[in-house]
């Protein structure tokens, strides 16, 4: 069974930092591909950083290209994504998710993803 638990969401002011952490297994990394969704009130879900992840290459939305990085601690079996520069639009709460590696479909296509977290708040303000 995939469990995805994700943690490190909190309160920014503008231009500040925070890191997602999405603790999964390595057996999650070795069949899904992984990255990290948000959504914010009235808006539909979006993928912001994804990753193939049997070549480790990562793939970011407009909106954070530059200022999101995502990585893989295989050590910690975890999926951290590092936001730095944040924004007040960037508020949202974040989901972590994953999917099987034989999916074709666009990586930003939220509903073709099984696994999900729970889901961490991340609040910046002005």
């Known amino acids: 069974e995939v469990q995805l638990v994700e943690s490190g969401g909190g309160s920014v002011q503008a231009g500040g930092s925070l890191r997602l952490s999405c603790a999964a297994s390595?057996?999650?990394?070795?069949?899904?591909?992984m990255g990290w969704f948000r959504q914010a009130p009235g808006k539909e879900r979006e993928g912001v950083a994804l990753?193939?992840?049997?070549?480790?290459?990562?793939f970011y939305s407009d909106s954070v290209e530059g200022r999101f990085t995502l990585s893989w601690d295989k050590g910690k079996n975890t999926l951290y994504l590092q936001m730095n520069s944040l924004k007040p639009e960037d508020t949202a709460m974040y989901y972590c998710?994953?999917?099987?590696?034989?999916?074709?479909?666009?990586?930003?296509?939220?509903?073709?993803?099984?696994?999900w977290g729970q889901g961490t708040q991340v609040t910046v303000s002005e």
């Open positions: 990753i193939l992840t049997f070549n480790g290459l990562t």
């Open positions: 390595a057996s999650t990394y070795s069949n899904c591909n």
């Open positions: 998710a994953a999917r099987p590696r034989a999916l074709k479909s666009s990586l930003f296509k939220a509903n073709d993803y099984s696994y």
